[in-house]
């Protein structure tokens, strides 16, 4: 890639994982990469998982296979830095999508192996908040080493990178251990205060997006770039429920203060590390005039759609 052209884009694309949001990425750029004729996709995967007979690892491997993307074995927990820059030197593009599952020193190790690979281009995974907004020491502790990603990939010139901020899954926001929407009894728990807003897109809209970031002409480089599903209050959310399933729904608030107590209670209560970072409002969200899909134009899935598409749809499909 010749970084004095602004016009190229990557054309050798290696993904690490083909998970909740890998596989999403995984074939959007596999799609996006026909029409710019010779990008070429590889994904990184553990040998248990190209190995495996479970059914549906079998089908994701042939899925991937299906798609012309070539798999490539590796471990980022197991593979030392030098294993792992080994690896990436093959291509001109690395993108992150493994996720927290890999380990609290996994992103900081992943983005040093980028570095010392001399990669032109890197996607870390920040699939998430805005995390120089929330800034150091907040009740999620996992934060700060996203933190640490950024400030190493600022630290040098020789390669770009590019970080992505989507807010939370979507789905998330319905997830019952999350404690948003209790669906069972009619109820909205606003994080903080009802009029807090929370920034959310679909893993299928993160994978559509971050191709068209990819390949997107003037080339897009050492920029945080904005997506949004939808960015909304959690007093709107009880109000699109509302509308959508016919029936009232309770708006109550878990304040700063009692997420922190109860943290303080349980330091190592994960969901509630989130919750408490929801409540204090920071990084959480952000206006969707200012972001990639609104100002191209690109349509995505927004709350009201999400609730049609999984609470009603889905479920007049099961009776």
Not at 100 to 113: Q, S, V, W
Not at 151 to 179: A, C, K, N
Not at 243 to 259: D, I, K, T, V
């Amino acid at each position: 890639m010749n970084k004095a052209d602004t016009n190229i884009t990557s054309k050798n694309i290696l993904v690490l994982g083909a998970g909740e949001l890998g596989f999403p990425v995984l074939r959007s750029l596999a799609l996006r990469a026909r029409d710019e004729g010779d990008a070429k996709i590889s994904v990184l995967l553990r040998a248990s998982a190209i190995e495996s007979n479970e059914p549906d690892k079998r089908n994701l491997i042939t899925e991937i296979r299906n798609l012309g993307i070539e798999i490539i074995e590796g471990d980022l927990v197991k593979s030392s830095i030098d294993e792992l820059a080994e690896i990436f030197a093959q291509y001109d593009t690395v993108i992150g999508c493994a996720g927290y599952a890999a380990g609290i020193d996994t992103p900081i190790k992943l983005a040093r192996a980028a570095l010392q690979a001399r990669i032109p281009r890197y996607f870390p995974w920040q699939f998430g908040a805005d995390f120089d907004e929330i800034g150091r020491g907040s009740p999620q502790d996992i934060f700060d080493a996203q933190i640490d990603v950024r400030e190493l990939l600022r630290s040098q010139h020789e390669t770009e990178w590019v970080i992505i901020s989507t807010g939370i899954f979507m789905s998330y926001l319905f997830e019952p251990d999350f404690g948003v929407v209790d669906l069972q009894n009619d109820t909205v728990h606003a994080l903080g205060s009802l009029d807090n807003t929370m920034t959310l897109t679909t893993p299928d809209d993160i994978g559509m997006l971050t191709a068209e970031i990819v390949f997107f002409k003037p080339r897009i480089c050492n920029e945080i770039v904005y997506i949004a599903g939808d960015t909304v209050t959690y007093s709107d959310v009880a109000d699109k429920l509302q509308a959508a399933l016919g029936r009232p729904f309770r708006r109550l608030e878990w304040s700063e203060q009692y997420l922190m107590d109860k943290l303080e209670r349980n330091p190592n209560d994960m969901m509630n590390k989130y919750r408490a970072v929801f409540a204090q409002g920071r990084g959480v969200a952000w206006d969707k005039g200012r972001t990639f899909n609104h100002q191209h134009a690109i349509p995505v899935t927004d709350v009201s759609s999400w609730i049609n598409t999984n609470l009603i749809l889905n479920n007049n499909k099961s009776i």
